[in-house]
């Protein structure tokens, strides 16, 4: 309402009851009980001023009789104390509800007291009389005949100085000019010289409570540090007590479980000397059998001496096989030993879902890629049985033959695909138990672990051995019962599961160590000669990991004894994603064993435990289970290794069925 405020030079202008001096055109008396206006024609410049009585110009009673908020016709007008008027409506509006408020024209200031405080404001009896006169009000109301009341020194209305300069004393009231006052910063207020000194002597009482308060409350500070120190006193007391109860409770369990381990070494230790003792006697009567040269008439006699001989041979090979049949691995988060007995089960698995229709290639498509593997029928198109126990089994890049893992022979087997024909065995002498083979294709060399040498051998692509790298132990370039092997082409390393240490060490085809997964430095307490010191050990997050996958960004490691697939950044160790828990439910393990990557990231899980292969997205999610316990297509005993080619055929071995499996 306030940015319609005009200021017009109105032909009247009215003055305060007690002013000495009238304006032009409009003179009034303080003595009359009535007044009236006496209305004089407007002078020029060009026309002298006419004695005779005029009419006042209609343009000029507009400007009197308009209200400056609305620019209308003032309608029921009310005066401020600084007697400009305005419409009794407008000010309610311009009012609303605050406390103090500026005249719109002159900007003086004036306080609102009251809820009714525009109703209760004086009418402007002069300007009523005036719009009675010219004809421009139509009430019949009779105005009242009471003069107005000079606004200052009206009852209930805060006086207000209207053209009075310099600034009023908040203490007296006196209005000062302003090179006599002063201006409190604390209290925001103006005062005179006289009532300036008084007000510094109660600011200067004022600090002494101030003081007051300030010893209260460092006596309170300290009574609360004293409280502070005790309370922490006592909290450290009873994290000593539960840190004591804690520590002789885990080495109470420690004790517990080391008891454990000796009973089951023992047990284990005893059954292995019963076994031995029976083999040397298995080979005593065999060397016997060889050696005993008789006449025809003792040929019934060996006849049953082979035939015993047989069954008892049998019967010892088959204790051997199982007698590390039970799996001891340590839950550090549960602090625990779990033991799994290595027979397979029979899991949940899935059915092909009903085929859509046929994409022409599969891995154009997060989508299309899902949609294969969920409705593809996983049945082997051909089985290869020329091997007693497959184990680990991959692809040449150079001439596409199938390498297999013979652990019975001691050898790498070397097969053309379209034939299904041995063209080559890879082996040497300190070769034991080879478990898995990788490739490097911009070398030329073939690498194969072996599990009970300890080691890695390096075959050239032409079958020739190489060289063997590492050997039994824990530091770098060394291994204990390595597994899963993998290669990355691009930076010429060599990623080994270190299964006995619990890590994944990177090596240069040299055999030196340049970085491990799954490891840290930790600083640890240790006590020497009873003085508790904090030394940095090594530790791992992996348990009994047993294979390892590299693409172009990440390193995926099957952590077998967490049951979980732990993915990693390749260039700054972080792990990204990991899945997977103890059971027999889809995206669950038990006793995982080997693991594979497609072209597109998905991993493929060989879940020996359960007997059969779970298929995962990049980020874990679920695809696909398939495969269970049995003989015949499609069913597995043992998962042993598994391989995916670029055009999406999955090559699965499988130990105890004695067979690859091509689908």
């Given amino acids: ?97 605050l406390a103090v408020f500026s005249c719109p024209i002159c900007n003086t200031r004036i306080q609102v007291n009251g809820p009714n405080f525009v109703d209760e404001l004086p009418s402007n009896l002069y300007i009523d009389t005036l719009l009675h006169m010219v004809g421009m009000k139509t009430d019949k109301t009779t105005p009242n005949v009471t003069p107005p009341t000079t606004p200052a020194s009206a009852s209930g209305y805060q006086k207000v100085d209207l053209f009075a300069s310099g600034i009023r004393c908040t203490s007296c009231k006196t209005m000062c000019d302003n090179s006599d006052t002063s201006f409190c910063e604390h209290c925001k207020l103006n005062f005179c010289f006289v009532c300036w000194s008084q007000h510094l002597e109660d600011l200067r009482i004022q600090v002494g409570s101030i003081l007051k308060q300030l010893e209260t409350a460092a006596s309170r500070l300290d009574h609360k540090i004293e409280h502070y120190k005790d309370r922490c006193e006592h909290i450290v007391e009873q994290i000593n007590l539960a840190a004591e109860e804690k520590i002789n409770a885990v080495l109470e369990s420690k004790s517990s479980l080391l008891q454990e381990m000796t009973d089951l070494q023992k047990s284990g230790d005893m059954a292995a000397l019963a076994l031995q003792s029976s083999l040397n006697e298995a080979k005593e009567v065999a060397k016997k059998a060889l050696e005993n040269k008789t006449d025809d008439s003792d040929e019934m006699k060996k006849v049953r001496t082979f035939v015993n001989l047989h069954q008892n041979t049998l019967q010892l090979l088959s204790d051997v096989s199982k007698w590390d049949a039970e799996n001891f691995i340590f839950d550090k988060e549960n602090f625990r030993i779990d033991s799994d007995i290595t027979t397979p089960c029979d899991a949940e698995s899935d059915e092909p879902l009903p085929a859509a229709a046929k994409q022409h290639n599969p891995l154009e498509s997060e989508s299309s890629l899902m949609q294969h593997y969920r409705s593809r029928n996983f049945l082997p198109h051909y089985v290869w049985r020329k091997t007693a126990r497959p184990c680990g089994v991959g692809i040449s890049p150079w001439n596409n033959h199938l390498y297999i893992c013979d652990m019975d022979s001691h050898s790498v087997l070397v097969v053309e695909r379209t034939q299904a024909k041995i063209v080559m065995r890879l082996s040497c002498e300190q070769m034991l138990c080879p478990v898995q083979i990788a490739f490097m294709k911009s070398l030329g060399e073939i690498y194969v672990t072996d599990k009970w040498k ?94 390892v996958a590299v693409t172009n960004d990440r390193v995926i490691v099957l952590d077998s004894g967490n049951r979980r697939v732990k993915v990693y950044n390749k260039h700054d160790k972080n792990k990204i994603v990991e899945f997977g828990a103890m059971g027999q439910r889809k995206g669950q393990f038990r006793q995982p064993e080997v693991l594979a990557v497609d072209p597109m990231g998905y991993i493929l899980v060989g879940d020996s435990g359960n007997c059969r292969i779970q298929v995962f997205k990049p980020n874990g999610q679920l695809v696909r289970v398939f495969g269970r316990l049995g003989t015949e297509p499609g069913q597995f005993g043992w998962i042993s290794g598994i391989h995916v080619t670029k055009q999406l055929d999955v090559i699965v071995s499988d130990t105890k069925n004695h067979c690859v499996n091509f689908f």
């Fill in 1 to 97: 309402m306030s940015e319609k405020v005009k200021k017009r030079s109105g032909f009247f202008s009215i003055k305060r009851w007690n002013s000495q001096s009238v304006d032009e055109g409009y003179a009034l008396s303080p003595t009359q009980a009535q007044p009236s206006p006496v209305i004089r024609p407007p002078m020029t410049r060009s026309t002298s001023i006419d004695n005779k009585t005029t009419k006042l110009p209609a343009t000029g009673i507009n400007d009197l009789v308009q209200c400056s908020l609305c620019l209308e016709i003032l309608n029921t007008p009310k005066m401020l104390p600084c007697q400009h008027t305005f419409c009794l409506a407008c000010l309610k509006v311009y009012v609303a509800d």
């Fill in 454 to 547: 300890h080691c890695i051998h390096v075959f050239s692509k032409d079958g020739e051995h190489i060289t063997s790298i590492g050997q039994k132990g824990s530091r770098l370039g060394m291994f204990r019962s390595p597994e899963g092997i993998a290669t990355d082409n691009s930076k010429h390393h060599i990623y080994v599961v270190d299964t006995g240490n619990d890590r994944v060490q990177v090596l240069e085809p040299n055999g030196k160590c340049v970085d491990q997964f799954g490891v840290a430095l930790r600083s640890q307490p240790k006590n020497t000669s009873s003085i508790w010191v904090m030394k940095e050990t090594m530790c791992t997050e992996l348990n009994a990991p047993t294979a």
